[in-house]
Structure formats: structure tokens, C-alpha cells
């Protein structure tokens, strides 16, 4: 491994190239200071002129013009050669000086804002030319002779080389060049992913035989699902969509029950729908135009296991709500901005975590889940439902009213733990069974829950996430009260539940599509 401690030689030429522009004059005068050269070129040597210090611009260190639009400056074998060679390598030094070239001990670049552009623009060639081809090709030279060079790939690194030349006079230590190359080679990684993953999108490519991931870490967490578990979480943005305004860190499992709240909360319709997410499930959930009555519905399913879970709001939450809230241990609340004076209410729990989803949404790209060398791909199941979804197989009609809950009910059963059943009633769910390998346990979860806590007095609907293999867990269901049923078609014996139905007289409709979420 070597010995960290060890100190290059002074450094005597910088070349300097970065789109980001700021925080240049500290490290501008440090350069100065201890007599570095300065090798620069397009906008960045416009700035360090600017800032009234002395650069040489590489065209002429190179002897070589910029060419085809600028899209030639730095690659060339002069540049690339005073980075690469080995300091202490004999032949790299005489054929260094067979052609004059000189020593380039640290390299500060930047690329190309390529994520920005394609914020900004879906200009196809626009793209294109931000894809930057000098500056990584330079930070990998610089990075992979890190014994010799110091690489610098962002102004967050600036204070750093700083303190590291002041300390050294003039030099930087060998564990400090190593961790900068360590950096560099992940910014190119990433970088490359970025554009890698763009191509994917243009030309419908979602299962590419190479497949890169890239995100930007937020934060490290105290630990993962239990304490000896490690844990960070990575956004593919710099910064998540989601704000949190108060309360104590966010742990893994909160993470999971947010993204679980959040993925149902977005598929109802906005400013009615509030979730209650414990272990990554829904245990409650309910439309209703009324915010107070919306979140009291949605508790009321199973308010036992709504203790130390999570609430999150399709709508943004006032002093009423706030109220109500604050009567309960939650973990966190989740909505579309919190007025004033519900967060005057909330904040008084120091530890309850708020969090501000207005920005947040979710989108079509591939999700995945991983073991230690396999990951696993698939779309997110995103499908808005639609009466034409599904085909009423019995001889009873469901009633409007009927159809409407057992669309609510089929769109919660399918962010529901498989096997996966929702009673429901009004737009709130009345009982949820989950996560049990025999449907027919599910189906008496959801019952026994409903029995339990459920106060609804008006007609009842099931979903099912997939099809009911035996007539025995749909028997249990209307033998509950339960009016109308929609499962998923494709099973054997089909025919035998479609009588079944026929036969109590309640209203069966099957689903286009299957709902698994294992």
C-alpha cells in the first residue's frame, strides 16, 4: 500500500479547466503564492484573466490551436504526457525531454453541465455537444497517476487543496492524492452513466447488456433495518425531491414506509387522499373531500397498528388536521406543504419527522431490488384504472357506486403486501389482509381486522391483487358482508367462482391485470 505520509515534489504547473467558475480567486491566490504556473483555456482562462492573474492559455503551450469548434483543446500529447508520466520512471523522463514537454503536477477540471442540459433542453444536439470529452479524459490521466498528480474535480475541494498546500509548502500528501483519485474515477463513472443512461432512454433500450446505475449520496444513516446493519441512501438528482422541515434524521425503515406512503398517495386523486403506511403496508387509507374525515377514515381501519407509523397527505395540512395529528405517536407526516399554523402544532414534537412531498412524484424508469451480485429490474406498476379496465363476468351489475369502491379497493390491494386483500367501502378501506402465502389467510386478516375496528354500516367491496385459486376465500368475504368482488381472471376454476357469485348473488368483476407485490 505504501506510505501515505509521503510528499510529492513542489508543484509547479496547475492546469486549470471548469465550467463551475465559482470560488476560483482563494485558490487563484494560493497558486500564486507558492509560484505555480497556470495552464488554461476557453471561458476558464477569460475568468482567471478576469481576475487579474497571470495564465498561459494551452493553445500555446501546446503550440497547437483549439479546433472543430473548441471541440479539440486539451487532447494532446503534450497535455496528456506531462500528466501520465512517472516521476520517478527513467525513460518516461528522457522521452519527456526528447520533446520538450514538461511536467503537469495538478489538474483542476469540472465537466460539462450534461445533467443540467437535459433540464434544460430536449434538443438533441443541443445534448450532445455538453457531453464533455477533454476534461474526463484529463481527470482519468491525472487519477490514474494520483503517485505523481493531484486531481481536483469540484470547488467543495478547494479548501482542501488549500490547507493540504499550505501544510506542505507547496505540495500534497499521498493519501490526500489517493482519495482525490478515488473521487475522480467515480465523477467520470457517474458522468459516463448519465450519458450511458440518456442513449438508453432515446433509442427505447431498457435492458442494455451492460446496465450502469448512478446517484449522488444525500446521506449516511445511523444504520439499516436493524442496528449492526450499515445504510446511506442515493438520489439520481442531487438533491431528493422530498424536504424534510423538522424533526430528527430519517432512518432506513422511515425511508421505506415514506416511499411506500408516497408511491399510494400519488395514485389517488390530489387534495382528497390520505395514506397510513406501518412496515412498508398500507393499513389505512381514504378519499374524502374533507381533510379531517379523510385522515379519521383512513385511521379507523386499524388504528393499532397506525401507532408509530406513518401518515402521509395528498394536500397541504392546516391547523385542523394538525390538531388531530398531534394526538398520535407517528414517525412522520408527509404532505403538499404544511400551513403556519399546523406546523406551530407539530413542531412541538421535536422528534416527529415532517416532510414536504409537494415536489415529488413518481416516475416510469426502471426500479430495481438487488441481492450481493444480482439486480433485478422491472417498470413501476403505474396503471390508472378506468371502468374499462374490467369486465363484469356475474349476472348482478356492481352499481356506480359499487364499481367506484372496487376500483379504490383494486388500486390499494395492489400496494398491498401479496397475497394482497382490501375490503372497502366509501372510498376507505374497512379491513386489509397482507403478506400471507395462503389467500385464504389473507382474506380472514382483512375480516377479522374489519370486525375489529370498522364502524361502516353501508355496502361492502373486496379486491383481490390476483385471482382466487379456491371458492373458499371469496365464500369467507361475502359471507362477511361483502356485496361486490374484483379479482384478476386466469384461474382453472374461473368458472367455479363466476357461479359462486352467481349463486349468493353478489357482483363479480374480473380485472384485466394481475397485481402481485411481493
Request: aromatic residues 8%; glycine residues 6%; charged residues 25%.
Amino acid at each position: 500500500m505504501g506510505d501515505y505520509t509521503v510528499v510529492m515534489k513542489k508543484i509547479k504547473t496547475a492546469l486549470i479547466s471548469v465550467s463551475d467558475k465559482k470560488n476560483l480567486k482563494p485558490l487563484l491566490n494560493i497558486l500564486k503564492k507558492n509560484k505555480i504556473k497556470i495552464i488554461s483555456s476557453g471561458g476558464t482562462y477569460k475568468e482567471i484573466r478576469r481576475l487579474k492573474y497571470k495564465c498561459l492559455e494551452v493553445s500555446e503551450f501546446t503550440n497547437s490551436p483549439e479546433i472543430l469548434g473548441g471541440r479539440i483543446k486539451t487532447l494532446h500529447p503534450k497535455i496528456h504526457a506531462g500528466i501520465l508520466n512517472k516521476r520517478n520512471n527513467k525513460l518516461h523522463f528522457k522521452e519527456l525531454r526528447i520533446n520538450n514537454f514538461e511536467n503537469i503536477d495538478l489538474v483542476i477540471v469540472n465537466f460539462y453541465p450534461f445533467e443540467n442540459t437535459l433540464k434544460k433542453t430536449t434538443h438533441h444536439e443541443k445534448i450532445i455537444e455538453n457531453i464533455d470529452v477533454g476534461g474526463p479524459t484529463m481527470v482519468r490521466s491525472a487519477a490514474k497517476n494520483y503517485k505523481d498528480v493531484t486531481v481536483i474535480t469540484s470547488t467543495d475541494q478547494y479548501a482542501e487543496l488549500i490547507n493540504e498546500i499550505n501544510k506542505y509548502k507547496g505540495s500534497t500528501s499521498l493519501n490526500f492524492r489517493k482519495n482525490l483519485s478515488r473521487i475522480a474515477f467515480s465523477e467520470t463513472a457517474y458522468y459516463d452513466s448519465v450519458i450511458s443512461d440518456y442513449f438508453n432512454k432515446i433509442t427505447g433500450t431498457n435492458f442494455p447488456n451492460k446496465k450502469v446505475l448512478h446517484g449522488n449520496l444525500i446521506e449516511t444513516l445511523r444504520y439499516g433495518e436493524n442496528p449492526h446493519q450499515i445504510s446511506g441512501i442515493y438520489s439520481r438528482k442531487s438533491e431528493m425531491d422530498l424536504k424534510q422541515i423538522h424533526g430528527k434524521q430519517l432512518s432506513y425503515n422511515n425511508y421505506n414506509d415514506i416511499f411506500a406512503a408516497l408511491t399510494i398517495s400519488k395514485s389517488l386523486p390530489k387534495n382528497t387522499g390520505t395514506v397510513i403506511v406501518k412496515h412498508a403496508t398500507p393499513c389505512g387509507v381514504s378519499i374524502k373531500n374533507n381533510h379531517i374525515n379523510s385522515f379519521k377514515s383512513a385511521l379507523a381501519c386499524d388504528p393499532t397498528s397506525a401507532y408509530g407509523g406513518i401518515v402521509s397527505c395528498n394536500f397541504r395540512i392546516a391547523k385542523g388536521l394538525a390538531l388531530e395529528l398531534s394526538k398520535l405517536f407517528i414517525e412522520a407526516i408527509i404532505a403538499n406543504k404544511f400551513d403556519n399554523n399546523a406546523l406551530k402544532i407539530l413542531k412541538k414534537k421535536k422528534n416527529l419527522r415532517l416532510i414536504d412531498a409537494s415536489n415529488y412524484s413518481i416516475n416510469q424508469d426502471l426500479k430495481h431490488i438487488s441481492t450481493s451480485n444480482e439486480i433485478l429490474f422491472q417498470s413501476e406498476d403505474l396503471k390508472k384504472f378506468t371502468p374499462k379496465d374490467f369486465k363484469i363476468v356475474s349476472k348482478r351489475k356492481p352499481s356506480k357506486k359499487e364499481m367506484k369502491n372496487l376500483i379504490f379497493a383494486f388500486n390499494i390491494c395492489r400496494y398491498v403486501k401479496s397475497n394482497g386483500i382490501v375490503i372497502a367501502s366509501n372510498e376507505t378501506t374497512a379491513g386489509i389482509g397482507s403478506g400471507q402465502p395462503s389467500r385464504l389467510d389473507s382474506c380472514n386478516i382483512a375480516i377479522n381486522k374489519m370486525k375489529k375496528f370498522s364502524k361502516i354500516n353501508e355496502s361492502l367491496v373486496a379486491a383481490s391483487d390476483a385471482f382466487f385459486p379456491f371458492v373458499d376465500g371469496i365464500e369467507k368475504l361475502v359471507q362477511s358482508g361483502v356485496q361486490a368482488v374484483v379479482q384478476p381472471s386466469g384461474s382453472i376454476r374461473d368458472k367455479e367462482i363466476i357461479k359462486f357469485a352467481n349463486e349468493t348473488n353478489i357482483a363479480l368483476v374480473f380485472s384485466k391485470t394481475r397485481h402481485f407485490r411481493h
